[in-house]
């Protein structure tokens, strides 16, 4: 008669072991990566941490004092809301800075965007050569805020500059632009202006997302390319346009560098380039007074974010979301 053996079972101890190793791994996995993680995000979280939380937050209470940098910081003055009491009822200064900042705001962004849309809706077109003309109308926004860019724009509207050179040529007699108390802040603004070429970008970007077959509708129904513009351009591009017209109006309101270089760091002549950034450096590295010039800046950072807050809850009544049919 043959034996037959049966297959020896596994332990019960044995496959537990197992079951519980398995059960452990993907636990040990997912905190190993967490950690992981951790590690890499450290050099950006000690940065937050060092550059921007800790002088913010260290600005927030200098806001309250009466520092001027030559004192210690444990010696000095709490005033309270005194800062902010002067800066509201008994600085001139700081109004008129306020002034001068709406006045370039109000008028460089918007003519910025109105640009930067023109020039995108030429450009999106299947020329030959297009390219090259995209790279140069963006070129200028690679320069950016550089010292070089506003040194170079100053020497080109001063009397002997390259723009009173070109009026000549037609009888026209120039002026000191840049030195003149009503147009040195114009001078400013055709700057920011010239530089539209990130906005421009984004403009072609959306234009290339508008159905073609909405145009294609509208022409058979007779409508013009302004309507076109109005009804079909304008609406699609609405959250493009809202995305632009945030980011360049605090761009707008934060303008420095071009303000410093023509005015030598005075804000002159006359205090009509006196931007509200650079009525806050000369406050606080000019004449030390570091605790009102904190006071400054967190009022700006509220002003901004005011701003912002009014623009997106405005948006929704003129900004037009598409689904992916482009309905």
Avoid at 104 to 112: E, H, Q, R, S, T
Avoid at 122 to 147: D, E, K, Q, T
Avoid at 206 to 219: F, H, I, N, R, S
Avoid at 224 to 229: A, D, H, I, T, V
Wanted: charged share 10%; no cysteine; aromatic share 14%.
């Amino acid at each position: 008669m043959a034996l037959t053996t049966a297959p020896n079972p596994t332990p019960p101890a044995r496959e537990t072991v197992r079951a519980s190793a398995k059960s452990r791994r993907p636990g040990r996995t997912r905190h190993g990566e967490g950690l992981a993680g951790y590690v890499f995000l450290s050099p950006w979280l000690l940065g937050l941490m060092a550059v921007t939380a800790i002088p913010m937050l260290l600005s927030l209470y200098l806001s309250f004092t009466n520092y001027d940098i030559l004192t210690d910081l444990s010696d000095v003055e709490w005033v309270g809301l005194a800062n902010y009491e002067r800066m509201f009822t008994a600085d001139p200064s700081y109004w008129h800075a306020v002034q001068v900042t709406l006045s370039f705001g109000l008028i460089a962004v918007p003519l910025k965007l109105a640009a930067a849309l023109g020039v995108a809706l030429l450009l999106n077109r299947a020329w030959r050569g297009v390219g090259l003309f995209r790279g140069l109308f963006y070129l200028p926004s690679l320069l950016g805020g550089s010292v070089a860019l506003a040194i170079v724009w100053v020497s080109m509207f001063n009397r002997d500059g390259a723009f009173n050179s070109f009026l000549s040529l037609f009888g026209i007699q120039g002026k000191p632009w840049v030195n003149d108390p009503e147009w040195s802040l114009e001078t400013l603004m055709v700057l920011a202006i010239w530089q539209f070429g990130a906005p421009m970008v984004i403009f072609l970007a959306g234009l290339k997302q508008v159905p073609t077959e909405l145009y294609e509708a509208a022409a058979v129904d007779g409508a013009g390319k302004l309507r076109q513009f109005v009804n079909i351009t304008l609406p699609m591009l609405s959250p493009v346009i809202f995305f632009n017209l945030v980011l360049e109006t605090i761009n707008g309101f934060q303008g420095f560098t071009s303000a410093f270089v023509l005015s030598n760091g005075t804000g002159g002549p006359v205090d009509s380039t006196l931007m509200y950034t650079l009525n806050l450096y000369i406050t606080g590295f000019t004449e030390l007074e570091m605790g009102y010039a904190s006071a400054m800046a967190w009022v700006f950072l509220v002003a901004i974010a005011l701003i912002t807050v009014v623009f997106f809850s405005t948006g929704r009544f003129w900004v037009h979301y598409s689904d992916g049919d482009g309905n």
